[in-house]
């Protein structure tokens, strides 16, 4: 694979999760009605602003290429925590697949961030 047609699709690997994150973090500080009943139910009422806020900062950061990573680890964690709770109320683990689309396309961008230094 050449490395123009590896950037390509690294590109495209990097950006599905950060639109689906972009879309999450407006509709939770639009007030989706459907996005705020679901979180509610769950205890987390409180916090959709801020989960809003924070799904948008590391979207951000991780399309950034001088934060990239930074982002990327921040993406991870919220990810993780997204499934780890789909996972126990029995809904499909969609961030699971966020965070392996996540991971391939930092992968394919540079495989260094995966090597000991």
């Known amino acids: 694979m050449s490395n123009k047609t590896r950037s390509i699709i690294a590109i495209i690997l990097m950006a599905l999760p950060a639109l689906m994150l972009t879309v999450s973090g407006i509709a939770k500080l639009s007030g989706s009605e459907a996005v705020v009943d679901g ?3 769950m205890g987390f009422g409180p916090y959709i602003k801020l989960f809003g806020i924070a799904e ?12 990239y990573k930074a982002g990327f680890f921040l993406i991870l964690s919220y990810l993780g925590g997204a499934a780890a709770i789909e996972i126990s109320t029995g809904k499909p683990p969609v961030a699971l697949v966020l965070i392996a689309l996540a991971w391939a396309g930092v992968f394919l ?4 961030n995966f090597l000991p230094a």
């Open 109 to 112: 961008r540079d495989k260094k």
């Open 56 to 67: 948008i900062i590391f979207t951000v950061l991780f399309l950034v290429p001088a934060t």
């Open 39 to 41: 979180l509610t139910k």
